[in-house]
């Protein structure tokens, strides 16, 4: 089974912190992903990640960096919490696929940050 | 903008009954659709997918459908089970693209 592990479940943070939020897959996946998870809004994509070094922004990326060293491990820095950063954030791996192949993408079970 | 939008924010059924939740999406070049699945505290399961090629498929006691002329998706669950109370939503695929587009979900509540 394809796991996808986040480092914290519950996290808290004062306001003009520096945040790491951690999430690791242990699946070889080429692909990985960062999501918010806000009441009425869905998931909204923040970064993504389709290699190694290699990061583009998706909708959202305002207040947030990434960092992926390594093929497996991708890092979502919230550089100085603000409280309108508090919510769920969702961590999501996929292969690259290619052709007719649809990769499916696989999510560990979120990190709810509060930011106070 | 894109959107992706389910049709009931609740929706609840009696234990036994066959359970349909509804998805409507906006771009006509979605090319890959998903369902999943979310219970309390956890993050989103996959349950089914379905290609625009596509206009039924079908997994165990789970039946998705697309409508492309509508743009709509429905996921139908057949004799639901406790087990099946969750947050579901829909996602579209951007195509050729790696992002996707999710709903905001319908929480099925199943009836003892």
């Known amino acids: 089974d394809v796991k996808v592990t986040q480092s914290s479940r519950y996290l808290v943070k004062r306001t003009g912190e520096k945040v790491f939020l951690e999430c690791v897959q242990d699946?070889?996946?080429?692909?990985m992903f960062w999501y918010r998870q806000d009441p009425g809004l869905g998931l909204r994509l923040i970064y993504f990640?389709?290699?190694?070094?290699?990061?583009e922004k998706g909708d959202i990326p305002e207040g947030y960096s990434v960092s992926r060293e390594k093929k497996e491990r991708f890092s979502l820095i919230l550089e100085s919490a603000s409280t309108n950063q508090t919510s769920m954030y969702l961590c999501?791996?996929?292969?690259?696929?290619?052709?007719?192949?649809?990769?499916?993408?696989?999510f560990g079970p979120g990190t709810r940050l509060t930011v106070t | 903008g894109e959107s992706v939008g389910l049709h009931l924010p609740t929706l609840s059924v009696q234990e036994g009954d066959n359970s349909i939740i509804n998805c409507a999406y906006s771009?006509?070049?979605?090319?890959?659709f998903i369902w999943y699945k979310q219970e309390s505290g956890k993050g989103p399961q996959f349950i089914i997918d379905?290609?625009?090629?596509?206009d039924k498929r079908q997994g165990q006691r789970v039946t998705v459908l697309l409508n492309k002329t509508v743009k709509h998706l429905s996921l139908q669950i057949a004799a639901t089970q406790p087990g099946d109370s969750a947050v579901y939503f829909c996602?579209?695929?951007?195509?050729?693209?790696?992002?996707?587009?999710f709903g905001t979900g319908t929480r099925l509540k199943v009836l003892a």
């Open positions: 999501a791996s996929s292969f690259r696929g290619g052709g007719l192949a649809v990769p499916s993408q696989y």
């Open positions: 699946m070889d996946h080429e692909n």
């Open positions: 990640s389709y290699d190694v070094k290699m990061k």
């Open positions: 771009n006509s070049a979605s090319d890959y």
């Open positions: 379905i290609r625009s090629n596509m």
């Open positions: 996602a579209t695929r951007r195509s050729g693209t790696y992002k996707y587009i």
